[in-house]
C-alpha cells in the first residue's frame, strides 16, 4: 500500500512534442504528489508538486494533472526539448499524518527527447 | 546559497568495513532525511532527523545509523558493509511543517 507506481520505464519524445509520464498509488493517506528531475551522477530535483485538492497545476513547461477519485497522477511536459533528457520520479508522501515529509518514490522514466 | 551537500561525493569501501556519509542541509532547514539509491531504481527512504532525534524510519536494518548535530548536519553511519550497500546515498533537507524537499548531489558508494 505504500507503492507509487510508475510508467512508462522509458520515453522517446521528438523535440517539441508532448512526455507524459504517468504515476498511480494506493494509499489513500497520501496528501502530496511532487515530481523529481535527475541528471545523470547528481540528485533529484524538485520540478513541481501538487496537493489533492487541485486537479491540475501549470508551471512553464510543466503541469502535473491529478485524479483523486482513480489515484493517479501524471505529469506532462509540453515543448519537450532536448535539454529534458532526464529520469523523472514522482513521489507521494503523507504530509498531514505529522510533516515528516517521508517520500515514497516510483521506479522512474527515463525521457530521451530526440532533436 | 549553497544548498544540500553532501561530502564525499565518492567512496570505494571492502565488505565489513564501515562508513560515514556527511550532510549540511540548505540553510534555514532543520530536517534532514536520508535515502539510498540502487542503480536504475527510485530513492528509498532510510531515516529521518529533527531536533537531533531520529523521527522516523524506513525499512533498513540497524546497521544504519545516523546523527544530527545542534547545526542541523547530519551523518550517515553504515556499518559491516555488504556488497548490496553500494548505491548513491542522497541527503534531502526540509523545514519542519513544510512540504518540499531539497537534495544534495549524493554520495556513490561501492563496496567491493
Known amino acids: 500500500q505504500q507503492q507509487v507506481k510508475q510508467s512508462p520505464q522509458s520515453l522517446i519524445v521528438q523535440k517539441g512534442g508532448i512526455s507524459i509520464i504517468n504515476c498511480a498509488y494506493e494509499?489513500?493517506?497520501?496528501?502530496?504528489f511532487p515530481w523529481y528531475q535527475q541528471f545523470p551522477g547528481k540528485g533529484p530535483a524538485l520540478l513541481i508538486a501538487?496537493?489533492?485538492?487541485?486537479s491540475e497545476k501549470k508551471e512553464g513547461r510543466f503541469t502535473i494533472s491529478f485524479n483523486k477519485s482513480a489515484k493517479q497522477f501524471s505529469l506532462h511536459i509540453m515543448d519537450s526539448q532536448p535539454g529534458d533528457s532526464a529520469t523523472y520520479f514522482c513521489?507521494?508522501?503523507?504530509?498531514?499524518?505529522?510533516?515528516?515529509?517521508?517520500?515514497?518514490f516510483g521506479t522512474g522514466t527515463l525521457l530521451a527527447v530526440q532533436p | 546559497d549553497a544548498g544540500v551537500t553532501q561530502s564525499p561525493t565518492h567512496l570505494i569501501k571492502t565488505r565489513g568495513q564501515q562508513v560515514t556519509l556527511r550532510c549540511s542541509p540548505k540553510?534555514?532547514?532543520?530536517?534532514v532525511s536520508w535515502y539510498q539509491q540502487a542503480l536504475g531504481q527510485g530513492p528509498q527512504f532510510i531515516f529521518q532527523?529533527?531536533?537531533?532525534?531520529?523521527?522516523q524510519r524506513g525499512n533498513f536494518p540497524d546497521r544504519f545509523s545516523g546523527h544530527q548535530f545542534p547545526n542541523y548536519s547530519s551523518e550517515l553511519n553504515v556499518n559491516a558493509l555488504l556488497l548490496g550497500d553500494s548505491a548513491l546515498y542522497l541527503c534531502?533537507?526540509?523545514?519542519?511543517?513544510?512540504?518540499?524537499?531539497?537534495f544534495g548531489q549524493g554520495t556513490r558508494l561501492t563496496v567491493v
Open positions: 534531502a533537507s526540509s523545514l519542519q511543517g513544510y512540504t518540499e524537499a531539497f
Open positions: 540553510s534555514g532547514h532543520d530536517t
Open positions: 513521489a507521494a508522501s503523507n504530509i498531514g499524518g505529522g510533516a515528516t515529509n517521508k517520500l515514497i
Open positions: 494509499n489513500t493517506a497520501f496528501d502530496y
Open positions: 532527523y529533527y531536533e537531533e532525534e531520529e523521527r
Open positions: 501538487i496537493r489533492p485538492d487541485v
